[in-house]
């Protein structure tokens, strides 16, 4: 994979960029974050991130502002053959930047599994979560396909740019309510910066709760990553 793979993927971002702005019900978003990945022992390792949600577009208008703060940890066991267990906690700080909105505690199950074809590895994973607020509790259902790989050379080298796209629908269900499908697409360009450290950007598209009420978001990431 060559570097001028970059301008169609540059393209293709440009163009859902747009065209999450030109739909109706549109909220944007940026949502940097840090993340430290710990490893433990050969198969066992910690991710504590922390990030913060910050509206850019609502309701029409152009804006910058807070929406919430998440602070998270996941717990991984890799149990051969790529494939990969994980569970997770995190805890979302609402109430700070919203008053009227509720703080919210949420719990996940995760399993992962991993293929290489080539130069390029694909992913599947399944999740399951535990959304938990004062009002109630939301549970929710989770697939997601990735792949990713390099854009110079067959491997990845330092200072090198990497390629990540994925797609993930969701199914919430609570008491009281009918479901709530969504669907997302991400695509993210990162940069190997040392041994250590990576720096992602991309878009996430978002289509939300499609069959009643649809909602396109759309947001902008960034993210720092240490491994230790």
């Given amino acids: 994979m060559t570097t001028y ?3 169609p993927i540059c393209g293709g971002l440009a163009l859902l960029f747009f065209q999450s702005i030109a739909a109706q019900n549109f909220t944007g978003y940026w949502k940097p974050e840090v993340a430290i990945n710990y490893k433990v022992a050969t198969n066992y390792s910690h991710n504590f991130s922390l990030d ?3 509206y850019t577009y609502r309701n029409d ?3 910058l502002r807070s929406r919430h703060l998440d602070i998270a940890h996941f717990s991984k066991l890799d149990i051969g053959n790529s494939q990969s267990l994980a569970v997770g906690i995190q805890y979302r700080f609402r109430n700070v930047f919203e008053d009227q909105e509720q703080n919210e505690l949420r719990f996940t199950q995760q399993y992962n599994i991993t293929h290489q074809r080539g130069t390029v590895r694909f992913g599947d994973r399944l999740r399951t979560e535990q959304r938990i607020t004062p009002a109630r509790t939301i549970y929710r259902f989770r697939y997601r396909f990735a792949l990713d790989f ?6 990845l ?3 090198e740019p990497y390629f990540v ?3 993930e629908s969701l199914l919430s269900v609570t008491r009281g309510s009918g479901p709530e499908w969504d669907q997302r697409i991400t695509t993210n360009i990162g940069w190997l910066l040392s041994a ?3 720096f992602q950007t ?6 939300e709760n499609y069959t009643q009420n649809t909602e396109n978001v759309l947001f902008l990431f960034s993210s720092l990553i240490f491994s230790l």
């Fill in 150 to 155: 390099a854009l110079q050379g067959e491997k």
């Fill in 52 to 54: 913060v949600r910050n």
């Fill in 61 to 63: 208008n152009l804006q």
């Fill in 165 to 167: 796209a994925s797609t």
């Fill in 202 to 207: 991309g878009l996430e598209y978002r289509l």
């Fill in 157 to 159: 080298d330092i200072g």
């Fill in 196 to 198: 250590h450290t990576k």
């Fill in 5 to 7: 793979s970059i301008k």
